[in-house]
Structure formats: C-alpha cells, structure tokens
C-alpha cells in the first residue's frame, strides 16, 4: 500500500495567516491527490482534487500544489471557518489512503 | 440536489454482522462509483471500499483491513449502495459515510453517517 505522510500533525495559526500544509507520498501518485477539510459535528468536504483542481464553491483563498509525491494544501488568508482537520487522500491506486490530518487551531 | 442517507448502524457484538444502507437521489446513481469512507471516533479518516457501475461490471476494491470481511454491494433500481459487514471487531467502531463521486472529481458528495459501535 502506498503510504501518506502529512505535516504538521498540528499547527497554532491567527486569521490572516498564510498557512501551507504538507503530504508526501511514499510512491509516485502523479497528481492524483485530493484535500478535504473536516469540521467537528460535520460532513468531510473535498476542497481540492488532483493535486490543484478547486472543488466547485470552494474560496480561491484555498489552493493546491505538488505531483509525483511532494503536494501541499495552502490558505492564502486563513479566515475564522477555516479552523478545521484537513486530510490528503490519494487515489493513485487502491487501496485509496488518507493522510493522518492536520489540525489548524487558533492561536 | 444530491442527497445520500446512511441507515443501519446500531451496537453489534464482536463477531456479528450489520448491513448498512445508502438511499442516493438528485443524480443518475447508475453511472457513478460508489465509496465507503469510515471515521473511527477520535480518529481519522479511512477509505473503506468502492463499487464501480454497470459499465465496469460492479467491479469492487476494498481496504485491507476490511478485505474478506465486508461486502461492498449497490441496487441501481433502487438508487442504493450497501455494506454487508460480516466477523465485526472492535476495531470497526466507527461512522460509516457513503460518498458519490458526480462531479468527475473524487468522493464529492458524503452522506452524514451512520454509527456502527462494535462492543460487547
């Protein structure tokens, strides 16, 4: 199985903070990487796929980067809604593998 | 609008079975793959498994840890997918999300869930 390493695990961040999240792959998955942001009480949401795609109705203050095996989710200017767990997943190959999560708290 | 609502989950004992269900409206169900996606509590997401449609022979793939075990099965009639969950372990504690994939992207619409706790 291919492995997902995300970073940080966690991370302290202030409104209008630029925030870049990480996620390596342990194989090359070309682009096929997605991000979703997780809130406590709520549905998963896809924010970006393969690799820098913005969903439908996502804020273009969210964007994607990254293929072969290095890929990062980056907010421009993290807005109060933001504060949430966000997850990379690829869907290279099965079986399909999320990372571990990236907790973005206030600071 | 697409809506996906997960039924089923319920308290099970180590070694029992529980089938979970997924009613689809508001998109062609027929022409879509068709995800499970887990999340146990406190912890974080976990791709389950995936039936392709018609067109790719309700061809199946699952995670490993659920490999032999689940049964990943849908009802084009009906607009809906299910989860056969046989030889449940603690560890299958979770909440169990069915996701569409519509839009040409990946896991775009989720259901809000449906609870399995594995527990004697």
């Known amino acids: 199985d291919i492995q997902m390493t995300q970073s940080p695990s966690a991370m302290s961040a202030s409104v209008g903070d630029r925030v870049t999240i990480s996620c390596r792959a342990d194989?090359?998955?070309?682009?096929?990487l997605a991000w979703f942001q997780e809130k406590p009480g709520k549905v998963p949401k896809t924010l970006i796929y393969?690799?820098?795609s913005l969903q439908s109705g996502v804020p273009s203050r969210f964007s994607g980067s990254g293929s072969g095996t290095e890929f990062t989710l980056t907010i421009s200017s993290l807005q109060p809604e933001d504060f949430a767990t966000y997850y990379c997943?690829?869907?290279?190959?099965?079986?399909?593998?999320f990372g571990g999560g990236t907790k973005v708290e206030v600071k | 609008e697409v809506q996906l609502v997960e039924s089923g989950g319920g308290l099970v004992q180590p070694g029992g079975s529980l089938r979970l269900s997924c009613a689809a409206s508001?998109?062609?169900?027929?022409?879509?793959?068709m995800d499970w996606v887990r999340q146990a509590p406190g912890k974080g997401l976990e791709w389950v498994a995936r039936?392709?449609?018609?067109?790719?022979?309700?061809?199946?793939e699952y995670a490993a840890s659920v490999q032999g075990r689940f049964t990943i099965s849908r009802d084009d009639s009906k607009s809906s997918l299910y989860l056969q969950m046989n030889s449940l372990r603690t560890e299958d504690t979770a909440m169990y999300y069915c996701?569409?994939?519509?839009?040409?992207?990946?896991?775009?619409?989720w259901g809000q869930g449906t609870l399995v706790t594995v527990s004697s």
């Open positions: 393969a690799s820098s």
């Open positions: 194989q090359d998955i070309n682009s096929s």
């Open positions: 039936i392709r449609s018609k067109v790719y022979s309700y061809t199946t």
């Open positions: 508001g998109f062609t169900f027929r022409d879509h793959y």
């Open positions: 996701s569409a994939g519509v839009t040409g992207s990946i896991l775009d619409y």
């Open positions: 997943l690829q869907y290279k190959t099965y079986p399909f593998i």
